[in-house]
């Protein structure tokens, strides 16, 4: 349960922004809890495990000056979170206090681990952490850091840009390790060196994990920002032919909804996977909208902003791109979290392991124990008598409880005609000609004017 205590701090909100951010915060709760995929599925005590991970723009260390996030933000921030039960984040500064802040927001019970920072130009200084609720969750005791072997470097002797994080947990009977990532992006184009690291990047850790659940038992999910574009990319490819199984269905979680960079992918033991329900949480359409420039426009950054003499804009339209494309992305972040339900409790299976069907036809009278009086060691068995042979009834088939969740979907180790289908209706409907137009819009609108030069 999120704590609202803040909103009635008068040294942290006036009157008008508690009433402001309350009115967000009961259309950001009313979304989360609308049926996925457009919110999140309810969290269950112990039917179901909801897994998330979310690139969480710059947090929050304002390098960019377009910040630092508001008070307000923390709290949509910690309300969207506390509907996961745990949740991988990448992007997290080296300054953890905002990220405390928001655990604390999130009430009792909640905790995070996080890594060291990641130094080198392409680590920005970044850590990743996960964030769960130790009332649910259960931090197994083991936390790495995946480095490349010497036979395994990149090209020019290089690890990972930023370095993956394990870390070991368990919930109602599922035992599980989350390996989070944030690959390397580079250039765009495939044959550049940019790219080809970055497919480098997830061959290894998808080879890597996949090796570790067959050497291991372990269920082993790897999760976070793959830089991975469209389903049927070559990025894509070198995570699924390593044998990891995709949720049923994929959503785009860039901000815009074009390109698949954050995935949730999984190499399980056989018979401990059961998808329930999957999703990109939208929160754009319930936070920061477009509608809320005029709110938001007085505590825009002038820095970023072309304004006259009279602190107006100078061309509204080109503010309200701002406000729209980038400042808000400082406020919450450029991607979409993504999230998983999974079926954990296996209780009815286990029981039902313990099931003989011979004893529904001829049945067995009630097993003799020892006397009350009689002291058996735990470690042995006692010498119980024989059952006294006597003509007994068979056994009745058990009654089975109605399960609280029921999985839609079990996955395949290959893709199936279904998916293979899924992918070639996108394409063949104009999926990759929008997502390039929607690209191409953005950057055109992004991308500043240079003045002509003079001819000579």
């Known amino acids: 349960m999120v704590w609202y205590t803040d909103l009635r701090n008068a040294r942290l909100f006036t009157p008008a922004e508690r009433d402001w951010t309350s009115r967000r915060l009961l259309e950001l709760r009313a979304q989360l809890a609308s049926p996925p995929p457009k919110g999140v599925a309810r969290r269950t005590k112990d039917a179901s495990l909801i897994i998330g991970t979310w ?18 933000s923390l709290h949509y921030i910690a309300e969207i979170l ?28 909640w905790d995070f681990i996080a890594t060291d920072v990641t130094t080198g130009s392409s680590g920005n200084r970044e850590r990743m952490a996960f964030v769960y609720d130790s009332r649910k969750v259960r931090f197994r005791d083991i936390a790495g850091e995946i480095v490349l072997p010497k036979h395994a470097l990149l090209p020019g002797e290089q690890q990972f840009a ?3 994080f394990l870390v070991s947990f368990q919930a109602s009977w599922f035992k599980f390790s989350l390996c989070t990532v944030h690959i390397y992006f580079g250039e765009e184009s495939k044959g550049s ?8 990047e997830i061959e290894y850790l998808a080879r890597e994990m996949a090796s570790r659940a067959e050497r291991e038992e372990e269920n082993y999910i790897l999760l976070g920002d793959f830089n991975i574009k469209n389903p049927i ?36 033991k056989k018979d ?9 949480f939208k929160w754009s359409d319930a936070v920061f909208k477009p509608e809320h420039y ?25 503010d309200k791109e701002y406000y729209a494309k980038r400042w808000l992305t400082w406020q919450m972040s450029d991607h979409l979290p993504l999230w998983v339900e999974l079926a954990v409790d296996f209780s009815d299976a286990h029981l039902l392991g313990n099931v003989d069907p011979v004893f529904e036809s001829s ?38 409880a109605a399960p609280e969740k029921k999985g839609t979907l079990a996955p395949a180790p290959k893709m199936t005609a279904g998916e293979a289908w899924r992918i070639f209706k996108w394409v063949a409907g104009g999926g990759m000609d929008r997502m390039r137009n929607a690209r191409e819009a953005v950057m055109t609108a992004e991308k500043p004017k240079t003045e002509k030069k003079a001819n000579s």
Do not use: W
Not at 241 to 262: H, K, M, R, V, W
Not at 272 to 280: K, P, Q, R, V, Y
Not at 309 to 314: I, L, N, V
């Open 162 to 164: 930023r370095t993956p």
């Open 55 to 72: 690139n969480i723009r710059d947090f929050d260390n304002n390098k960019f000056r377009h910040g630092p996030r508001r008070r307000e």
């Open 193 to 200: 060196d940019g790219y080809q690291r970055r497919v480098q």
């Open 294 to 318: 005029e709110h938001y426009a007085p505590a825009l950054p002038a820095r970023h902003r072309d304004l006259g003499p009279d602190g107006a804009p100078k061309d509204k339209t080109k």
């Open 363 to 400: 049945g067995a009278p009630a097993q003799l124990e020892p006397a009350g009086d009689e002291i058996v060691a735990i470690d042995t068995r006692p010498d119980l008598p024989s059952p006294v042979r006597t003509k007994t009834k068979g056994r009745k088939p058990p009654k089975i």
């Open 82 to 109: 506390s509907a996961f039960d745990v949740c991988a984040l990448q992007e997290v500064n080296e300054d953890l206090q905002p990220l405390k802040d928001v655990i604390r927001l999130m009430g009792p019970g």
């Open 233 to 268: 990319d070559e990025t894509m490819q070198a995570l699924t032919e390593a044998g990891f199984q995709l949720p049923p269905e994929q959503y785009p979680s860039n901000l815009i909804c074009t390109n698949y960079y954050d995935q949730i992918a999984f190499r399980t």
């Open 272 to 280: 401990e996977l059961t998808f329930l329900s999957s999703g990109a």
